[in-house]
């Protein structure tokens, strides 16, 4: 099913399908909601549609001009992650992200700078220049202090070991002894969780190309923490190029998956060790939180049925800890 606004702005299936998947009610009256909103906010912002609608799991995504000028008007429903998203983008200000134009806070609804949706980082070719960029954005991101009011990592890592053993249980023998071995990983650590200011999900295709800047990101889940806690995207994707013109490859993403393919034990390493060294982190501390977003993200697996966790973040997080000795 779709709707049109104006004949012009699509909501697609999928969206609407995601939106019930996950959310439930809410999401099916947030997909109600849309075309009227889309109408709203371009009336009251000034805009023009100038092409089809974008759209992920969670929101969809205009393109759009104001007096000449491109920018992405986004609509999402409003729920602890996406209320986080405009006090990011605020506070880096552009500097290697997208700049915030327009925000209503009742509804979440933005309007961001246009970057280019067709050239993804994803789509580089040379999947170790990929890391080397995906690394240079980060450092910038999380050098900010993390702004007042924003989810903070240590009570979520205080969540994540509590719900371990229960977890843990639904599992095999294999499994279940990794995620309580990341578990102990996290309480080694969660005692000083750190303040910096955390996108939590950039994977190579939340990195678009610009003309203001050759790459920004797109679309943070900000927390306030350690920037260990957001390497583990750059190390599960874009394994499928694997030995092509000498670069690593891309995969399976913690938050997208851009590509196939099976994670290099020597690669991943090489990843960690070019992540770490950018940003100037503890590599002990930072396999930890590594650590930390594969239990994060196996917690979530559980939670939605798997009967086992991702293979390729199980082949990850047993090369951090083989280093962990």
Known sequence: MEFRVGRVIEIPAELAASQARYNGEAGRAFVAALPGRAEEF???WGLRVTGPSLYGVASLVLPVTRDGVPAALKLQLLDEESEGEPVALRTWDGAGAVRLLEHDPGTGTMLLERADETRHLSTLGDSREAVRILAG?????????APPGLRRLGDVAADMVAATPAAAARLGAEDAALLRDCAAAVREVMGEPGDRL???????????ASEREPWLAIDPKPLAGDPGF??????TDLWDEA???????AGKGAGAGAGGGVPDPGEVLWRFDLLTEHLGLDRGRAVAWTLGRVLQNGLWDVEDGEPALDPDQVSIARNLLARRG
């Not at 955390?198 to 678009?208: A, E, G, K, M, P």
């Open 42 to 44: 371009l009336g009251r």
């Open 137 to 145: 954005l980060l450092r910038r991101l999380v050098a900010v202090p």
């Open 198 to 208: 955390l996108h939590w999900d950039l994977h190579y295709d939340n990195i678009l």
């Open 230 to 235: 957001d390497l583990l995207p750059a190390l």
């Open 243 to 249: 030995g092509s013109g000498g670069a690593a490859g």
